[in-house]
């Protein structure tokens, strides 16, 4: 059962309560008024008896609402709570109408009143009780946090001025200033129709769906967080006690998507820890936008696709001679595999990244195991192109076994030359020896190749 839930019969025996209580000065207001001959008791006792049939409509409304969520209402009955209140406040109109009414008949001639101390005491006794009420209903309505209590608590007040417009009324009668009661009638109406008016704003607010939590508070909040990037279409709704949030986050292109399942909850913890009231709370992740114009999404889909094979994609290179486009990258495999089990998603790494960008002829990936990383060390040394190329072969075959590297490639642009190459070794060798080897050629033809910026070995099975 949730906390929504679990006040609804807290606010259904506070309805009942006050139910009994208006019921109660309702009759008392009639019979007195009747007795008396007092026309305005009478007027006001049927107006307690509109507040009782509030309250039904309250208790009502509290039993649709308390139905749970369904397939045709997969937000629940929340909303029918906000539309007792909007009865509610009509209800109010008309009774500022109702006074309203019985101000200008009274400055019109209208009957004068018998008073009796009968019917002081009477009204003496409501205003004690509507008071009463008023402070019992406010108090548990700001504690259970029920705007259909609140909405209450302020119609009962209205009986409060009502009442006492028709004590000065009876006390303007005795003294002979028949206008009085008149006048404090009409301030009286204004006063309640303002009232109203909060009523019926809130509640088309609610039904709107207007936003009710602040937008910059939820950025500010989602931004607290450093993988979320930036912040987008924030939207609230709902009522006091039941808040639904949405929004859209974006985080970096090549966030693993359980990495960013996670930061979507802590998103949501966020805004439910600095706003209890958030019942829900959607958190759309989308991915930043790419900041390269040259590859705008290389990169990023690349990455993706390192993921979904259960590795990792870094130092992606990507090279264009003559309308041609070469990329190398290093492929990060779990340290348990094999070199056939990691060759062969190194292999379809380069064939999905090649069907994804379609500019792009060669991707050349260096299969390395998970969590290990690639030092640079470089001596100078000076080495024509012939050089490089048979000293390159040589520095491999020494360390991978004769005749393991192949399929060399060189080229050189502003920054040096770049060297990318294949090397065969045992197929049934782990990948964390497979490694090794290429990362130790890798470090060799570095250190003794002062020309050679870039060097990416892929290994293959024999």
């Known amino acids: ?35 008396s001959g007092i026309l305005s008791m009478v007027a006001d006792g049927f107006h307690s008896l509109v507040d009782g049939s509030s309250n039904v409509i309250g208790l009502v409304a509290m039993r649709v609402a308390a139905a749970p969520p369904d397939e045709k209402h997969p937000y629940g009955h929340r909303k029918a709570e906000t539309l007792a209140t909007m009865v509610i406040g009509l209800m109010l109109l008309l009774a500022a109408y109702e006074i309203l009414k019985s101000a200008l008949d009274r400055l019109s001639g209208g009957a004068i009143p018998e008073v009796s101390l009968l019917s002081f005491g009477v009204m003496i006794f409501t205003i004690i009780v509507n008071l009463g009420v008023t402070i019992y209903e406010q108090r548990h309505g700001k504690l259970l946090k029920s705007d259909i209590l609140l909405a209450d608590s302020q119609h009962t007040r209205s009986d409060i001025w009502v009442s006492l417009s028709v004590i000065v009324g009876l006390v303007g009668v005795q003294f002979g200033l028949t206008w009085l009661d008149a006048g404090v009638g009409l301030v009286i109406a204004g006063i309640i129709g303002h009232a109203a008016y909060g009523i019926l704003s809130d509640g088309a607010n609610v039904l709107l769906d207007a936003a009710s939590l602040p937008a910059d508070e939820i950025e500010r909040l989602a931004l607290s967080l450093p993988e979320v990037r930036s912040v987008e279409r924030i939207r609230s709704r709902g009522v006091a006690d039941e808040t639904h949030v949405d929004l859209h986050v974006r985080v970096a292109p090549d966030t693993p998507t359980d990495y960013a399942h996670s930061i979507a909850h802590a998103v949501q913890y966020q805004i439910k820890t600095a706003y209890p009231q958030a019942a829900d709370v959607v958190v759309h992740i989308e991915p930043e936008q790419a900041t390269r114009a040259q590859y705008p999404d290389l990169t990023r889909q690349l990455k993706a696709i390192a993921h979904s094979l259960g590795g990792s994609a870094h130092e992606i290179w990507a090279h264009s001679i003559k309308g041609r486009y070469f990329v190398e990258l290093h492929f990060e495999v779990p340290p348990t595999l094999t070199l056939q089990q990691a060759h062969h998603l190194a292999t379809q790494l380069e064939e999905r990244g090649r069907q994804a960008l379609s500019k792009v002829d060669v991707i050349t990936t260096h299969i390395e195991p998970l969590g290990e ?25 020494e360390i991978c076994g004769a005749k393991s590297a192949h399929n060399m490639r060189l080229w050189e642009d502003d920054r040096g030359w770049t060297l990318s190459m294949h090397c065969r070794l045992g197929g049934d060798m782990s990948i964390v020896e497979a490694h090794a080897l290429s990362q130790r050629a890798e470090d060799a033809l570095r250190h003794e190749i002062s020309t050679l910026q870039r060097a990416v070995i892929h290994v293959e099975p024999i």
């Not at 006040?7 to 009942?16: C, E, F, N, S, Y």
């Not at 690639?374 to 048979?390: D, G």
């Open 1 to 35: 059962m949730t906390e929504n839930t679990s006040k609804l019969p807290a606010v259904r025996k506070i309805l009942w309560q006050v139910l009994v209580l208006n019921l109660l000065v309702a009759v008392l207001k009639i019979a007195v008024g009747l007795f």
């Open 373 to 397: 990383a690639v030092p640079v060390e470089r001596v100078p040394q000076y080495h024509t192109e012939n050089a490089i190329l048979e000293r390159a072969q040589t520095i491999t075959d």
